[in-house]
Protein backbone atom coordinates (compact mmCIF):
# COMPACT_ATOMS: atom_id res chain seq x y z
CA UNK A 1 0.00 0.00 0.00
CA UNK A 2 0.96 3.68 -0.35
CA UNK A 3 2.05 5.21 2.38
CA UNK A 4 1.94 8.68 3.20
CA UNK A 5 3.56 10.14 6.32
CA UNK A 6 3.08 13.04 8.18
CA UNK A 7 5.43 13.61 10.88
CA UNK A 8 3.00 15.27 13.36
CA UNK A 9 -0.51 14.44 14.13
CA UNK A 10 -0.80 17.69 16.43
CA UNK A 11 1.47 20.59 16.95
CA UNK A 12 1.10 23.93 19.25
CA UNK A 13 3.03 26.72 18.06
CA UNK A 14 3.69 30.69 19.39
CA UNK A 15 3.09 33.12 17.33
CA UNK A 16 6.21 34.27 15.27
CA UNK A 17 7.85 30.84 15.28
CA UNK A 18 9.52 29.18 12.16
CA UNK A 19 7.28 25.73 11.57
CA UNK A 20 8.35 22.64 9.86
CA UNK A 21 5.76 20.34 8.75
CA UNK A 22 6.83 17.36 7.20
CA UNK A 23 5.46 14.80 4.90
CA UNK A 24 7.28 11.37 3.50
CA UNK A 25 5.64 9.14 0.69
CA UNK A 26 7.08 5.91 0.44
CA UNK A 27 6.07 4.83 -3.30
CA UNK A 28 7.96 6.95 -5.73
CA UNK A 29 5.23 9.36 -6.42
CA UNK A 30 6.73 11.94 -9.08
CA UNK A 31 3.87 14.92 -7.26
CA UNK A 32 3.55 16.03 -4.20
CA UNK A 33 0.49 18.33 -2.61
CA UNK A 34 0.37 20.77 0.58
CA UNK A 35 -3.38 21.65 0.91
CA UNK A 36 -4.74 23.67 4.21
CA UNK A 37 -8.27 22.44 5.24
CA UNK A 38 -11.05 24.44 6.72
CA UNK A 39 -14.68 23.88 7.64
CA UNK A 40 -17.06 25.25 5.14
CA UNK A 41 -13.87 25.57 2.96
CA UNK A 42 -12.94 22.49 1.80
CA UNK A 43 -9.23 21.96 1.01
CA UNK A 44 -7.39 24.57 -0.83
CA UNK A 45 -3.85 23.82 -2.54
CA UNK A 46 -0.65 25.87 -0.67
CA UNK A 47 1.86 24.28 -3.01
CA UNK A 48 2.63 21.28 -5.08
CA UNK A 49 6.17 20.13 -6.39
CA UNK A 50 6.20 17.73 -9.62
CA UNK A 51 9.96 17.13 -8.92
CA UNK A 52 12.57 17.42 -6.72
CA UNK A 53 13.58 20.74 -6.44
CA UNK A 54 10.29 21.73 -8.39
CA UNK A 55 7.18 24.04 -6.45
CA UNK A 56 4.75 26.10 -7.62
CA UNK A 57 2.56 28.10 -5.74
CA UNK A 58 -1.64 26.75 -5.21
CA UNK A 59 -4.33 29.31 -4.42
CA UNK A 60 -3.49 30.22 -0.94
CA UNK A 61 0.87 30.72 -0.90
CA UNK A 62 0.89 33.65 0.83
CA UNK A 63 2.88 32.96 4.18
CA UNK A 64 4.22 29.66 3.47
CA UNK A 65 7.24 28.28 1.63
CA UNK A 66 8.59 24.74 0.76
CA UNK A 67 10.97 22.64 0.37
CA UNK A 68 11.73 19.30 -1.84
CA UNK A 69 15.16 18.24 -1.28
CA UNK A 70 14.22 14.38 -2.25
CA UNK A 71 12.05 13.30 -4.03
CA UNK A 72 10.05 11.20 -1.09
CA UNK A 73 9.93 14.40 0.80
CA UNK A 74 7.59 17.51 1.13
CA UNK A 75 8.46 19.88 3.38
CA UNK A 76 5.71 22.66 4.46
CA UNK A 77 7.32 25.93 6.31
CA UNK A 78 5.88 28.62 8.37
CA UNK A 79 8.26 31.48 8.08
CA UNK A 80 6.34 33.18 10.70
CA UNK A 81 3.44 31.71 12.23
CA UNK A 82 0.51 33.36 12.09
CA UNK A 83 -3.24 32.72 14.55
CA UNK A 84 -4.96 33.01 10.83
CA UNK A 85 -2.81 29.73 10.10
CA UNK A 86 -4.24 27.33 12.61
CA UNK A 87 -5.93 24.68 10.41
CA UNK A 88 -5.41 20.97 9.47
CA UNK A 89 -2.55 20.62 6.89
CA UNK A 90 -2.99 17.51 4.62
CA UNK A 91 0.47 16.35 2.47
CA UNK A 92 -0.91 14.28 -0.93
CA UNK A 93 1.02 12.57 -3.48
CA UNK A 94 0.31 11.23 -6.74
CA UNK A 95 2.09 8.97 -9.19
CA UNK A 96 2.55 10.85 -11.85
CA UNK A 97 0.51 13.28 -14.53
CA UNK A 98 1.05 12.12 -17.68
CA UNK A 99 -1.86 9.15 -18.95
CA UNK A 100 -5.13 8.27 -17.68
CA UNK A 101 -5.81 5.43 -14.65
CA UNK A 102 -4.14 5.04 -11.36
CA UNK A 103 -1.91 7.93 -11.78
CA UNK A 104 -4.27 9.95 -11.51
CA UNK A 105 -5.20 9.31 -7.80
CA UNK A 106 -4.11 11.23 -4.57
CA UNK A 107 -2.99 9.16 -1.47
CA UNK A 108 -3.20 11.56 1.47
CA UNK A 109 -1.19 11.39 4.77
CA UNK A 110 -3.34 11.47 7.99
CA UNK A 111 -2.87 15.29 8.29
CA UNK A 112 -1.44 17.97 11.13
CA UNK A 113 -3.47 20.00 13.14
CA UNK A 114 -1.62 23.22 13.62
CA UNK A 115 -2.91 24.96 16.28
CA UNK A 116 -1.31 28.58 16.89
CA UNK A 117 -0.95 30.81 19.75
CA UNK B 1 -11.72 28.71 -14.13
CA UNK B 2 -12.66 25.87 -12.19
CA UNK B 3 -15.18 25.45 -9.85
CA UNK B 4 -16.70 22.66 -7.82
CA UNK B 5 -19.83 22.57 -5.45
CA UNK B 6 -21.29 21.01 -2.95
CA UNK B 7 -24.20 22.23 -1.93
CA UNK B 8 -25.01 19.53 1.02
CA UNK B 9 -22.80 20.53 3.68
CA UNK B 10 -24.66 17.62 6.06
CA UNK B 11 -26.64 14.88 5.49
CA UNK B 12 -28.36 12.04 7.23
CA UNK B 13 -29.04 8.17 6.41
CA UNK B 14 -30.42 5.29 7.96
CA UNK B 15 -28.59 2.46 8.05
CA UNK B 16 -29.34 -0.22 5.05
CA UNK B 17 -31.11 3.06 3.22
CA UNK B 18 -29.67 4.59 0.11
CA UNK B 19 -28.15 7.96 0.20
CA UNK B 20 -27.10 10.61 -3.04
CA UNK B 21 -24.50 13.27 -2.29
CA UNK B 22 -24.72 16.31 -5.03
CA UNK B 23 -21.46 17.63 -7.03
CA UNK B 24 -21.82 19.88 -9.81
CA UNK B 25 -18.83 21.42 -11.18
CA UNK B 26 -17.73 24.03 -13.87
CA UNK B 27 -15.15 24.08 -16.48
CA UNK B 28 -14.70 24.72 -20.25
CA UNK B 29 -12.69 21.26 -21.04
CA UNK B 30 -13.82 18.48 -22.63
CA UNK B 31 -11.29 15.79 -20.83
CA UNK B 32 -11.28 15.67 -17.49
CA UNK B 33 -11.15 13.52 -14.04
CA UNK B 34 -13.47 13.59 -11.27
CA UNK B 35 -13.36 12.15 -7.91
CA UNK B 36 -15.11 11.02 -4.80
CA UNK B 37 -13.16 10.98 -1.53
CA UNK B 38 -14.10 10.46 2.01
CA UNK B 39 -12.33 11.50 4.96
CA UNK B 40 -13.77 9.24 8.28
CA UNK B 41 -13.32 10.88 11.41
CA UNK B 42 -9.80 9.69 11.59
CA UNK B 43 -8.88 12.37 9.11
CA UNK B 44 -7.02 9.95 6.68
CA UNK B 45 -8.84 10.84 3.13
CA UNK B 46 -9.20 7.51 0.70
CA UNK B 47 -10.83 7.61 -2.74
CA UNK B 48 -14.39 6.24 -3.15
CA UNK B 49 -14.64 6.43 -6.93
CA UNK B 50 -13.43 8.13 -10.03
CA UNK B 51 -14.38 8.81 -13.79
CA UNK B 52 -13.23 9.87 -16.75
CA UNK B 53 -14.79 12.08 -18.23
CA UNK B 54 -14.75 10.21 -21.60
CA UNK B 55 -16.07 7.19 -20.45
CA UNK B 56 -20.06 7.65 -20.83
CA UNK B 57 -20.53 4.53 -18.26
CA UNK B 58 -21.14 5.29 -14.74
CA UNK B 59 -18.48 4.17 -12.71
CA UNK B 60 -19.35 2.01 -9.83
CA UNK B 61 -17.30 0.56 -6.52
CA UNK B 62 -19.47 -1.99 -4.92
CA UNK B 63 -22.14 -0.26 -2.81
CA UNK B 64 -20.58 2.92 -4.34
CA UNK B 65 -21.78 4.33 -7.59
CA UNK B 66 -21.74 7.81 -9.74
CA UNK B 67 -24.21 9.24 -11.79
CA UNK B 68 -22.23 11.42 -14.44
CA UNK B 69 -24.17 13.63 -16.26
CA UNK B 70 -21.42 15.38 -18.16
CA UNK B 71 -23.89 18.22 -20.38
CA UNK B 72 -25.30 18.98 -16.67
CA UNK B 73 -21.98 19.16 -15.21
CA UNK B 74 -22.99 16.78 -12.73
CA UNK B 75 -21.32 14.06 -10.75
CA UNK B 76 -23.21 12.69 -7.82
CA UNK B 77 -22.41 10.00 -5.58
CA UNK B 78 -24.91 7.34 -4.67
CA UNK B 79 -24.34 4.57 -1.22
CA UNK B 80 -26.38 2.07 -1.31
CA UNK B 81 -26.91 -0.32 1.86
CA UNK B 82 -25.27 2.33 3.91
CA UNK B 83 -23.30 1.02 7.01
CA UNK B 84 -22.21 3.04 10.14
CA UNK B 85 -18.62 3.09 9.06
CA UNK B 86 -19.87 5.48 6.00
CA UNK B 87 -20.30 7.71 8.34
CA UNK B 88 -17.48 10.89 7.02
CA UNK B 89 -16.79 13.88 5.24
CA UNK B 90 -16.95 13.57 1.33
CA UNK B 91 -14.93 15.47 -0.91
CA UNK B 92 -15.94 16.04 -5.03
CA UNK B 93 -12.62 16.79 -6.38
CA UNK B 94 -12.10 17.69 -10.18
CA UNK B 95 -8.48 17.26 -12.38
CA UNK B 96 -8.15 18.69 -15.93
CA UNK B 97 -6.45 17.03 -18.30
CA UNK B 98 -3.12 15.33 -18.58
CA UNK B 99 -0.31 17.82 -17.29
CA UNK B 100 -2.59 19.77 -15.26
CA UNK B 101 -1.47 19.26 -11.92
CA UNK B 102 -3.96 20.71 -9.89
CA UNK B 103 -6.99 19.26 -8.09
CA UNK B 104 -10.47 21.16 -7.38
CA UNK B 105 -11.93 20.12 -4.33
CA UNK B 106 -15.33 20.50 -3.16
CA UNK B 107 -16.49 22.26 0.26
CA UNK B 108 -17.64 18.52 1.57
CA UNK B 109 -20.60 16.75 2.66
CA UNK B 110 -21.03 15.41 6.13
CA UNK B 111 -22.90 12.12 6.01
CA UNK B 112 -24.09 10.98 9.53
CA UNK B 113 -25.18 7.11 9.53
CA UNK B 114 -28.01 6.70 11.63
CA UNK B 115 -28.82 3.25 13.75
Known amino acids: DVKVTQSSRYLVKRTGEKVFLECVQD?????MFWYRQDPGLGLRLIYF???????EKGDIPEGYSVSREKKERFSLILESASTNQTSMYLC????????????????FGAGTRLSVL | AQTVTQSQPEMSVQEAETVTLSCTYD???????LFWYKQPPSRQMILVIR??????QNATENRFSVNFQKAAKSFSLKISDSQLGDAAMYFC????????????FGTGTRLKVLA
Open chain 1, 92 to 107: ASTPGTSGRGAKNIQY
Open chain 1, 27 to 31: MDHEN
Open chain 1, 49 to 55: SYDVKMK
Open chain 2, 27 to 33: TSESDYY
Open chain 2, 51 to 56: QEAYKQ
Open chain 2, 93 to 104: AYRGRAGTYKYI
